[in-house]
């Protein structure tokens, strides 16, 4: 069956940096696009960051431009997320997501 294990997440300084990281399994990974999302308390899931299934083609939420980065390996079946200069207002579950399939979220804490 469809898996997403996403990993990296951690409690980080204002201005610190982390890598998360989404491995797939149980579809043909290189086929399809991906998401990043993420889940602030109280508040709804927001988009983060969008990958074409070759990698090509990316987008991102007008909060993270210039700081996040999205890549994936295809080889790998593993897609990438990596957060720089974050700030306490990133404090979130982030989420993996492939067509129809979520992951189980990584806990990402921005606090001094």
């Known amino acids: 069956q469809v898996q997403l294990v996403e990993s990296g997440g951690g409690l980080v300084q204002p201005g610190g940096s982390l890598r998360l990281s989404c491995v797939a399994s149980g579809f043909t990974f290189s086929r399809f696009a991906m998401n990043w999302y993420r889940q602030a308390p109280g508040k709804e899931r927001e988009l983060v960051a969008y990958i074409s299934s070759t990698g090509g083609s990316t987008n991102y939420a007008d909060s993270v431009k210039g700081r996040f980065t999205i890549s994936r390996d295809n080889a790998k079946n593993t897609m990438y997320l990596q957060m720089n200069s974050l700030q306490p207002e990133d404090t979130g579950v982030y989420y993996c997501?492939?067509?129809?399939?979520w992951g189980q979220g990584t806990q990402v804490t921005v606090s001094a």
């Open positions: 997501k492939s067509p129809g399939y």
